[in-house]
């Protein structure tokens, strides 16, 4: 299986941040990459909302997001980061959410520590594994991430810690520190309090970093120079376009259940939805056979 992997990792040994838009489906993940993106991210919170309309609660399954990763994947030529939660279940399961992931297309997954079922970083009871359990659902990961190399292929891990909420900032740090020292490409610390908590992050780790970026009142939201000023070597938007993509179709739903027609204004025009879901590339894809389709003398 052919991923994207090492341009994720020559990416990652560039100087300089790089944002991470985050996408739910494949016409998401093409626009990701039309915009000029090197990157993109697939979100278990996005994909749960708009393919189920439920929340990041460990309702979604391995199957469901790994279909979706592989329809996102197909979709672009950029590498796609994919969220595997905790792996959804036993060290054993981790092994094969990451092979999965592989196989989907992602040059990348990222494996948490939180307990199964997970639930949303903002959500209520959120609560970690311990030091053991986390280091051992890492470890079988990165044992994925070799067999996957042994077998030809490749695929980047990122160890992400929840623990900053319900155990304290040394906990968070400690964790994160060990994940880079097992052998994680990348670390997301999530639910930094404080820039000085961010730096600090980056002083103790010497693996690459990862920020998530979310626009929510009480998180602070840094720019790009900022979070590069900081140490992070990614930017992650999570929920940017999910956000974006849902007030839209509600605004315009409002103004139809009122009478009323989105404008101009508020829609592109056709012809660039038209060219933009593919018809075009499609015609000329179907030109060239028919055009090549004379038998031969």
């Not at 994207?4 to 990652?12: E, F, Q, S, V």
């Not at 196989?103 to 639930?119: H, S, T």
């Not at 980047?156 to 906990?171: A, H, M, Q």
């Amino acid at each position: 299986m052919t991923t994207h992997a090492p341009k994720l990792r020559a990416l990652l040994t560039r100087p300089g941040l790089t944002v991470v838009p985050s996408c739910f489906d494949a016409m998401s993940a093409k626009l990701i990459e039309r915009a000029g993106f090197e990157v993109a991210f697939m979100s278990g919170y996005a994909v749960s909302a708009t393919q189920l309309a439920l929340p990041d609660a460990g309702l979604i399954s391995f199957e469901e997001m790994a279909g979706q990763g592989r329809r996102i994947c197909e979709a672009v030529r950029i590498p796609v980061i994919g969220d595997a939660d905790t792996g959804f279940g036993n060290p054993v399961n981790v092994k094969r959410t990451v092979h999965g992931y592989h196989r989907a297309g992602f040059a990348c997954a990222m494996i948490e520590d939180q307990v199964y079922p997970k639930r949303c970083g903002f959500a209520h009871g959120l609560a970690v594994v311990d030091r053991q359990e986390a280091l051992t659902r890492l470890r079988a990961a990165l044992d994925a991430r070799a067999e996957i190399k042994a077998a030809g292929g490749d695929i980047l891990v990122i160890g992400r810690t929840d623990s900053r909420g319900p155990e304290g900032l040394d906990e968070a740090l400690w964790r994160a520190e060990a994940f880079a020292d097992l052998g994680a490409d990348i670390v997301y610390f999530e639910g930094p309090q404080a820039e000085s908590e961010m730096a600090e992050l980056n002083r103790r780790v010497s693996v690459p970093t990862m920020l998530a970026q979310v626009e929510k009142a009480d998180r602070p939201l840094l720019s790009p120079k900022q979070a590069e000023a900081l140490g992070y070597d990614l930017a992650l938007f999570g929920l940017t376009l999910l956000n974006a993509s849902i007030r839209a179709m509600r605004d315009a739903l409002a103004l139809m259940a009122g009478g009323d027609h989105p404008g101009a204004d508020r829609l592109m025009p056709f012809e660039e939805l038209y060219e933009t879901v593919g018809f075009e590339s499609y015609y000329a894809e179907e030109r060239r056979y028919v055009a090549g389709g004379e038998r031969p003398a």
